[in-house]
């Protein structure tokens, strides 16, 4: 599977899915997993058509992506944490835990003649600085990955 079909059937799929249902955990998890899978997939692709600046060690060039956008750092370290549980070594990461993915309950606002009056739950990504919700970091996301495809493939 190549890394655009990978991006147009699977990851960009799971991030309009997740973001449509902002309360939805796994869907969140599973938009997070694949955007993160798709930057492995895209590296490997890369490194094996020999590009120039794109190292051997997929860790150092997803660094260098984490660099250029802040919401990637944050959903490849989210994915990192899922992944791979307690994060204990020194390694900085905005997200060490699993359970910093956590959903909080939608609440009635007394404005409720305003669109979005009634606010279901949403899923946050907590972080030492602030919390983010996690549908609008999957849509950043998801649009550095579409431009790093019309960068490079």
Do not use: C
């Amino acid at each position: 599977m190549t890394p655009r079909e990978f991006f147009d059937n699977i990851a960009e799929e799971n991030a309009r899915l997740a973001i449509a249902a902002r309360h939805d955990l796994r869907l969140a998890i599973n938009a997070i997993m694949t955007l993160d899978a798709f930057f492995g997939i895209l590296h490997a692709t890369l490194y094996e058509k020999g590009v120039a600046e794109v190292p051997r060690d997929d860790d150092k060039w997803k660094e260098k992506l984490a660099q250029q956008s802040n919401e990637y750092r944050l959903l490849r370290d989210a994915a990192f944490a899922l992944k791979h549980g307690n994060l204990s070594r020194a390694t900085p990461r905005l997200v060490k835990r699993p359970n910093q993915l956590f959903a909080i309950p939608g609440a009635f606002q007394t404005n409720a003649f305003q669109a979005d009056g009634f606010q279901t739950e949403q899923i946050w990504i907590e972080t030492h600085v602030t919390d983010y919700k996690a549908d609008e970091v999957i849509g950043k996301v998801a649009d550095f990955a579409r431009s790093q495809l019309t960068r490079f493939v």
